[in-house]
């Protein structure tokens, strides 16, 4: 008999006020750092991303979780109650972009590249010798 | 160095605008401006006098230890302000300004605290 419930915990996280909190069973993306012009005004600084299926995400105090529609394909998850920026995600994707900072170490994450590096903000330099594109991957969350 | 600066939220429900100069800012690797901004936090700052504030309404407040909180924009998420209670100061992000900001982050602080997914920067 086949336990299809019994994927393993890769990852825990929480908001800063722990009003919620997320367990992810399933593989986590190698974190990417995003400069775009959105994501430097709503996280106050270039936010360092990770992603998952959503289908190996499950939250709870998800009545705390607001949603703002950034973009015609894309929304931003952060907590009502202390705003903490948790998700970005491809609408219709499946898959849902996880903010680094949010995890409990360890993490067992890397950071590997830097986009929309054109759009990078004028007060810091990208130093630390990884992949910069200019724009996006094609799929950003994959 | 700017005599102006201006700023505000994604959604634009905050904006603000600060007179006079302002000091480089700093990165912060503090676990909680990490699960908070999903980010460093990059603040620089100024005595709250300095600042016009519209959209306050929009404006929503957290107290993220004692004495310390955090402004962001209740619509659209976005990352603020940082306050001492009792001071007159405000600190500031720097990424919800608009550019030219004139600013370059001066030093790194916390980073006994920096996240394991990636290298710090040497102070």
Not at chain 1, 101 to 128: M, N, Q, S
Request: glycine share 10%; hydrophobic share 30%.
């Amino acid at each position: 008999m086949v336990d299809e419930g019994a994927k393993p915990l890769r990852a825990t996280g929480r908001c800063l006020c722990g009003a919620i909190t997320l367990e992810i069973r399933g593989p986590l993306r190698d974190v990417v750092v995003c400069h775009c012009g959105q994501c430097l005004r709503q996280h106050g600084a270039p936010p360092s991303y990770t992603a998952a299926a959503w289908n190996d995400v499950k939250l709870s105090g998800e009545k705390n979780l607001k949603w703002f529609q950034s973009s015609p394909e894309a929304r931003r998850g952060f907590c009502g109650v202390c705003g903490s920026s948790l998700f970005w995600e491809p609408m219709g994707s499946g898959r849902v972009s996880i903010a680094a900072g949010c995890l409990d170490k360890p993490t067992d994450l890397r950071t590997v590249r830097h986009i929309y590096v054109a759009d990078k903000g004028d007060f810091y330099e990208i130093k630390d010798g990884l992949e910069q594109l200019p724009h996006s991957m094609r799929a950003v969350a994959r | 160095m700017k005599r102006k600066t201006a700023g505000g939220c994604l959604c634009g429900a905050v904006r603000y605008e600060i007179a006079g100069p302002l000091p480089p800012p700093s990165a912060c690797h503090c676990v909680q401006c990490r699960r908070h901004h999903g980010a460093l936090g990059v603040y620089t700052l100024a005595p709250e006098e300095r600042y016009t504030i519209t959209g306050k309404r929009n404006l929503a407040w957290y107290e993220s230890s004692p004495g310390i909180r955090r402004g962001f924009c209740r619509n659209c998420g976005s990352k603020l302000f940082w306050q001492r209670s009792g001071s007159d100061q405000l600190d500031v992000t720097l990424g919800s300004m608009d550019e030219p900001t004139g600013l370059k982050i001066e030093k790194h602080i916390y980073l006994a605290d920096a996240g394991d997914y990636y290298d710090p920067p040497s102070r």
